[in-house]
T-cell receptor, first 116, second 112 residues
Framework: EPEVTQTPSHQVTQMGQEVILRCVPI?????FYWYRQILGQKVEFLVS????????KSEIFDDQFSVERPDGSNFTLKIRSTKLEDSAMYFC??????????????FGPGTRLTVL | GENVEQHPSTLSVQEGDSAVIKCTYS??????FPWYKQELGKRPQLIID?????GEKKDQRIAVTLNKTAKHFSLHITETQPEDSAVYFC???????????FGPGTSLSVIP
C-alpha cells in the first residue's frame, strides 16, 4: 500500500537556525497537511494546502512557518528561525480527492525536531 | 474554534474485557469524527470514522456512537487484545477534507 514518507526522521538544530522538513505525499493525493505533536501531548493542526495554496492555517503557523510544493512530489515545511518550543514531532498528511478512502488523511511517519 | 475533550486519559483493562472512550466537541458545525490509534513512536492511523448523519458504526470489534444533539461521541472496543494497547485519539472536523482537531488522547493498556 502506498505511504506518505518524510525526511529526515530526526533533525537536531540550534535555536535560531532554519529547518526544512520534507514530505512526499501519496502520488494521487491532492490535499496536504502539516500537524505537530509535542511529546506526550495531542496532535495539533498547523496548515492545510490544496491547489498550490494554503487553505487554512492555525494560530501556531505564524510568519516563521511556510509551506511549499516545489515540484510534483514534495511538500515542505520551513521554519525560518527555530525556537526551543518548536521541538516536536511533525507529521505530514495527505488525502485523495476521491475514491473509497477519500475521507482518510494518511499520516507520514513523522520528523522529530529537536531545537537546542 | 473547535475544542475536543476526551476521557479517560488512561484506561487499563483485562484482556477480553471491553474498553470505552468518550469524547465531546464544541462546534456544532463539525460533521466528521475520525478515531486514530497511535502506537508508541509511530504515526496516527485511522481506525474508524463516523459522519453526523449516522448514529452508530461498527467494524468487527470496534464501534463508534455519535449523539450530535449532545455533541458526544464514543469508541467501544470489545474483546480487547494486548495489541490494542496504544494511545487513541478522537477528533472532529467540519468535513472530511478539513483540518482535523484532535482530542488529548487516551492511553489504553490491555493486560494479558
Amino acid at each position: 500500500e502506498p505511504e506518505v514518507t518524510q525526511t529526515p526522521s530526526h533533525q537536531v538544530t540550534q535555536m535560531g537556525q532554519e529547518v526544512i522538513l520534507r514530505c512526499v505525499p501519496i502520488s494521487n493525493h491532492l490535499y496536504f497537511y502539516w500537524y505537530r505533536q509535542i511529546l506526550g501531548q495531542k496532535v495539533e493542526f498547523l496548515v492545510s494546502f490544496y491547489n498550490n495554496e494554503i487553505s487554512e492555517k492555525s494560530e501556531i503557523f505564524d510568519d516563521q512557518f511556510s509551506v511549499e510544493r516545489p515540484d510534483g512530489s514534495n511538500f515542505t515545511l520551513k521554519i525560518r528561525s527555530t525556537k526551543l518550543e518548536d521541538s516536536a514531532m511533525y507529521f505530514c498528511a495527505s488525502r485523495p480527492l476521491q475514491g473509497a478512502r477519500y475521507n482518510e488523511q494518511f499520516f507520514g511517519p513523522g520528523t522529530r525536531l529537536t531545537v537546542l | 474554534g473547535e475544542n475536543v475533550e476526551q476521557h479517560p486519559s488512561t484506561l487499563s483493562v483485562q484482556e477480553g474485557d471491553s474498553a470505552v472512550i468518550k469524547c465531546t466537541y464544541s462546534d456544532s458545525a463539525s460533521n466528521y469524527f475520525p478515531w486514530y490509534k497511535q502506537e508508541l513512536g509511530k504515526r496516527p492511523q485511522l481506525i474508524i470514522d463516523i459522519r453526523s448523519n449516522v448514529g452508530e458504526k461498527k467494524d468487527q470489534r470496534i464501534a463508534v456512537t455519535l449523539n450530535k444533539t449532545a455533541k458526544h461521541f464514543s469508541l467501544h472496543i470489545t474483546e480487547t487484545q494486548p495489541e490494542d494497547s496504544a494511545v487513541y485519539f478522537c477528533a472532529a472536523a467540519k468535513t472530511s477534507y478539513d483540518k482535523v482537531i484532535f482530542g488529548p488522547g487516551t492511553s489504553l493498556s490491555v493486560i494479558p
